[in-house]
T-cell receptor, first 115, second 115 residues
Framework: AQSVTQLGSHVSVSEGALVLLRCNYS??????LFWYVQYPNQGLQLLLK??????LVKGINGFEAEFKKSETSFHLTKPSAHMSDAAEYFC?????????????FGRGTQLTVWP | ETGVTQTPRHLVMGMTNKKSLKCEQH?????MYWYKQSAKKPLELMFV???????ENNSVPSRFSPECPNSSHLFLHLHTLQPEDSALYLC??????????????FGPGTRLLVL
């Protein structure tokens, strides 16, 4: 069965520090992988997605993620955190096939950025 | 208006009230979704409409009744809700429901409080 695990429900970093948000997935077929961001009182916004092209995916706002099949991981990184990055981040997986367009979401990681 | 819009943004209702949530997408998509987002829980997919036909109903109580009159509009009719139904209700759309790699675009959500 498909599932997504986000390690750490809360991550705190200082402004300018590296951001690393972890995501591991389980999938029986090659997956499609997504990172979404949710700012307070807003819906989810796509940061980036992996669809079997390059394993290093670049997204908006300086974020990127690397698909590692051997580790079943899709961790999100940003070299230098900014105060405006404070938000909740969701990793999601989709397989297509019999599950069609269903997205399976992780529980989210709340990112706090300290000045 | 662009993207996915939702009205109202906030709603307070008593357990005996009837209310409706509205979602409109301006992206020309063929699939629309209702999600429930509660604190400390993963996003829960409630309903999926593809080409105006309901194709997914994830064991949602009958007090939630969706309606999709055309490919741009989606409603969620609420009746005799319970306090545990208080949550953020998110609408989303995507190009189709069949493919696994489709990006879902989310609206800002309706924050519902049931008293």
């Amino acid at each position: 069965a498909q599932s997504v695990t986000q390690l750490g429900s809360h991550v705190s970093v200082s402004e300018g520090a590296l951001v690393l948000l972890r995501c591991n997935y389980s999938s029986s077929v090659p997956p499609y992988l997504f990172w979404y961001v949710q700012y307070p009182n807003q819906g989810l916004q796509l940061l980036l997605k992996y669809t079997s092209a390059a394993t290093l995916v670049k997204g908006i706002n300086g974020f990127e993620a690397e698909f590692k099949k051997s580790e079943t991981s899709f961790h999100l990184t940003k070299p230098s955190a900014h105060m405006s990055d404070a938000a909740e981040y969701f990793c999601a997986v989709s397989e297509g096939g019999s599950t069609l367009g269903r997205l399976y979401f992780g529980r989210g990681t709340q990112l706090t950025v300290w000045p | 208006e662009t993207g996915v819009t939702q009205t109202p943004r906030h709603l307070v209702m008593g357990m005996t009230n009837k209310k409706s949530l509205k979602c409109e997408q301006h992206l020309g998509h063929n699939a629309m979704y209702w999600y429930k987002q509660s604190a400390k829980k993963p996003l829960e997919l409630m309903f999926v409409y593809s080409l105006e036909e309901r194709v997914e109903n994830n064991s949602v109580p009958s007090r939630f009744s969706p309606e999709c009159p055309n490919s741009s509009h989606l409603f969620l009719h609420l009746h005799t809700l319970q306090p545990e139904d208080s949550a953020l209700y998110l609408c989303a759309s995507s190009q189709d429901w069949v493919s696994g790699g489709e990006t879902q675009y989310f609206g800002p959500g309706t924050r519902l409080l049931v008293l």
